[in-house]
T-cell receptor
Framework: SAVISQKPSRDICQRGTSLTIQCQVD?????MFWYRQQPGQSLTLIAT?????????ESGFVIDKFPISRPNLTFSTLTVSNMSPEDSSIYLC?????????????FGEGSRLTVL | AQKVTQAQTEISVVEKEDVTLDCVYE???????LFWYKQPPSGELVFLIR????DEQNEISGRYSWNFQKSTSSFNFTITASQVVDSAVYFC???????????WGAGTKLIIKP
């Protein structure tokens, strides 16, 4: 399976600032996704990162708050903008490898964000 | 609508006991896929297993086994002779045939005491 690296692994940020999380995959993948996991909760899909075009956002998430870039098939970034304490979560990058019709996702180690 | 229910919020057992984590799902798709993931305290999500709806054969992998029952819409996960390293949150997830979105259960926190 693909090896997925996320940076930073954790950070503590001040309210009102923005943070960009990077996701690097060691092979080309067709589909990349960003998830949020609030403390003690399950995973919520933020968006699908599309290579060469705008990301597709899920209900409740908007581009102004969570801009996403995907310049190529191995890299994506998620920015959490104008942060508030409610944004404290683990943010996870996940990928679906080419040719896998069954669709299991593989995940990075996550970026644990605390907003003060 | 699709839904995954993990009714057990938290389970605590003593090491070497067997433990079963329940997962019940709802879907109208005739073809679908079920998954289990493990999330240890470090936070990463580790893929454990995928089961296709047309394959009801149960699976065993070492101390782990999975029981897929379409008749009861359940996909339960059993750990035999549990170990402290099994302590984690375990998520069950469902994907229908129409898109790649995973529907996640709420997770079961498993605590294995030495």
């Amino acid at each position: 399976s693909a090896v997925i690296s996320q940076k930073p692994s954790r950070d503590i940020c001040q309210r009102g600032t923005s943070l960009t999380i990077q996701c690097q995959v060691d092979s080309q993948v067709t589909m990349m996704f960003w998830y949020r996991q609030q403390p003690g909760q399950s995973l919520t899909l933020i968006a699908t990162a599309n290579q060469g075009s705008e990301a597709t956002y899920e209900s409740g998430f908007v581009i102004d708050k969570f801009p996403i870039s995907r310049p190529n098939l191995t890299f994506s970034t998620l920015t959490v903008s104008n942060m508030s304490p409610e944004d404290s979560s683990i943010y996870l990058c996940s990928v679906k490898e080419p040719g896998q019709g069954s669709g299991e996702l593989f995940f990075g180690e996550g970026s644990r964000l605390t907003v003060l | 609508a699709q839904k995954v229910t993990q009714a057990q919020t938290e389970i605590s057992v003593v090491e070497k006991e067997d433990v079963t984590l329940d997962c019940v799902y709802e879907t109208r798709d005739t073809t679908y896929y079920l998954f289990w993931y493990k999330q240890p305290p470090s936070g990463e999500l580790v893929f454990l297993i995928r089961r296709n709806s047309f394959d009801e054969q149960n699976e065993i992998s070492g101390r782990y086994s999975w029981n897929f029952q379409k008749s009861t819409s359940s996909f339960n996960f059993t750990i035999t002779a549990s170990q402290v390293v099994d302590s984690a949150v375990y998520f069950c997830a469902l994907r229908g045939d129409s898109n790649y979105q995973l529907i996640w259960g709420a997770g079961t926190k498993l605590i294995i005491k030495p």
